[in-house]
């Protein structure tokens, strides 16, 4: 795998800043770089695993194994079902309760720093894998919080500082799931009628090793890969039977947005967002699913034939400017041509094929509830008179948040929020930000570059958006616009170009330092991430 040229620099960072020395008010960041390292033996954990990053050679495409950084699991306390492995590169999937106290020591066995964060989960700041908590080769972290997520589909994953996107490319995440009661009254789908699906893009060499290699339009672009993989494998075939399932689906590639459909037209019933369950199911003609995005989806196979087959597919859509056009797969099913050697972002895209094996008659029914949920209204707000703002710009051929690029400890009086609050927050693309010669378009390949779709997260609770408005609408708009989720909860709002957000987001419970960033993975590794200080 070709690493890019910071990834050393990284490194030497992280070695010359030895001791992190808090300097903000009200709170210790890291008294000493080896914070975490032991257990807190006040902490009664109900779910203890060990978890470790370490390199590995799998199977992936036929042929020579694959190397690649993958998480280990190892239950040292809990139920069995609390950890389940999957095949290929992937970490196991971590099945917890709501309630349960869960501690987990992360053993870093790679050769450069990594830290891990629990993507959606409600946790303390020295819990969430703040880049500055990063260890060293042969270190221990050891996390240590409650789950008070509601029911849902979460994730694990690197958030090493400018390493993000190399260490999740070579392997670095794996999916949560979290059940309770209100869940467990609806009946849903389980056990093998329960699928996890993570979408990946990835490009191999012809000796089958990873392929990442960045010129100056792809760092500012994202990452695209010639490759889909399913949970870690190509061509993705799913037996199921004539009955209904629930999908989990989490896009877990780097910069790659997909439009969920189906290929004969079906349309798709939505149960979950990142947050967890909706009120009740939705339905929609695709769902535009961006990186870090969950959705679960309720699919009924009853009807169809044994022998017969369905596609998911990622369709045909406009509105994400891309400098490479055309596009086609290298591997993998489709059959389809290619350009400049990876799948093009917005083209139609097979991702998995589910095979009916069986034919049974006893299926669960689509509720017509699923949980009560409490939407939050501009009432809620508690400070009405204030929005805070996440501007999306670029300065230097640098993409940036309210104007600036991430620094470790750095946050602005903007930037400032009080605990046990609700927060307006606005997302919006700042033209400002873009140089005159972008707003316009001119500049050739620079003006596709400032209408690029963003995937905007926020660390911390989960929000609710409140508007969705398209400034400048038009064909491309149209072509993705019925595929979003308004309710719900959720951690990752894609900002399309042209598109401004509001959302409502609570900040409960816990203080400290809590990212927001862009969630393509490029982006964020060239500084699209600041830092929220709650206190």
Not at 9 to 14: C, D, E, K, T
Not at 126 to 131: F, I, L, R, V
Not at 431 to 440: K, S, V, Y
Request: net charge neutral.
């Amino acid at each position: 795998m070709t690493h890019i040229d910071y990834k050393r620099r990284q490194f030497l960072q992280y070695a010359a800043l030895g001791t992190i020395t808090a300097t903000l008010p009200g709170f210790a960041l890291a008294e000493s770089r080896k914070i975490n390292v032991t257990p807190d033996t006040a902490f009664k954990a109900d779910v203890e695993i060990a978890l470790t990053a370490q390199t590995a050679d799998v199977p992936i495409l036929p042929g020579a194994y694959t190397h690649v950084f993958k998480y280990y699991g190892k239950l040292l306390k809990g139920p069995q079902t609390a950890l389940r492995e999957l095949p290929g590169y992937l970490g196991p999937i971590l099945n917890f309760e709501q309630g349960q106290k869960v501690r987990i020591y992360f053993y870093n066995q790679l050769p450069e720093p990594c830290v891990t964060h629990w993507h959606g989960m409600h946790v303390p700041q020295k819990m969430d894998g703040h880049p500055m908590y990063a260890i060293y080769r042969g270190e221990q972290y050891v996390y240590e919080f409650e789950v008070k997520n509601p029911a849902g589909t979460n994730w694990y994953h690197a958030h090493t500082h400018e390493l993000t996107a190399t260490q999740v490319y070579q392997g670095l995440a794996g999916l949560i799931t979290i059940t309770d009661a209100a869940e467990k009254k609806l009946d849903l789908p389980s056990g093998e009628y329960d699928i996890p699906l993570v979408i990946q893009d990835r490009s191999f060499t012809n000796g089958n090793q990873l392929r990442y290699m960045l010129n100056r339009h792809q760092r500012i672009r994202g990452f695209l890969g010639d490759t889909m993989l399913v949970n870690g494998q190509e061509n993705s075939t799913i037996p199921v039977k004539t009955r209904a399932y629930r999908l989990r689906i989490l896009n877990g590639s780097n910069s790659r947005i997909y439009k969920l459909g189906w290929e004969d037209g079906t349309p798709m019933t939505a149960i979950g967002t990142d947050g967890g369950l909706l009120e009740k199911p939705e339905t929609l003609p695709y769902i535009m699913l961006a990186p870090a995005e969950r959705v679960e989806l309720w699919v009924d196979f009853s009807g169809r034939k044994v022998g017969s087959d369905l596609t998911l597919q990622s369709l045909t859509y406009q509105g994400s400017s891309s400098p490479m056009g055309g596009g086609g797969m290298r591997h993998g099913m489709g059959g389809m041509g290619m350009m400049g050697g990876e799948l093009a972002q917005d083209k139609a895209i097979s991702i998995a094929r589910f095979y009916i094996t069986g034919q049974i008659s006893d299926s669960p029914k689509l509720p017509v509830e699923l949980i009560p949920m409490r939407r939050l209204t501009g009432q809620d707000i508690s400070n009405p008179g204030k929005t805070v703002p996440i501007a999306i710009g670029m300065r230097h051929m640098t993409w940036q948040l309210n104007g600036r690029a991430f620094e470790m400890q750095d946050y602005t009086e903007l930037e400032k929020i009080p605990v046990n609050t609700v927060q307006r927050i606005r997302i919006f693309h700042d033209d400002r930000a873009m140089g005159g010669r972008m707003r316009g378009g001119r500049g050739g390949g620079m003006g596709m570059m400032m209408s690029l779709p963003h995937p905007i997260h926020l660390h911390g609770q989960q929000f609710q958006i409140l508007s969705r408005t398209q400034n400048n609408p038009g064909g491309g708009y149209d072509t993705v616009k019925d595929g979003f989720i308004h309710s719900g909860w959720k951690d990752t709002v894609l900002v399309m170009p042209g598109e401004e957000i509001e959302i409502i987001k609570p900040f409960k419970d816990y203080t400290g330092l809590f990212l927001y960033h862009c969630h393509n993975l490029e982006h964020e590794d060239m500084g699209m991430m600041r830092n929220f200080y709650v206190n």
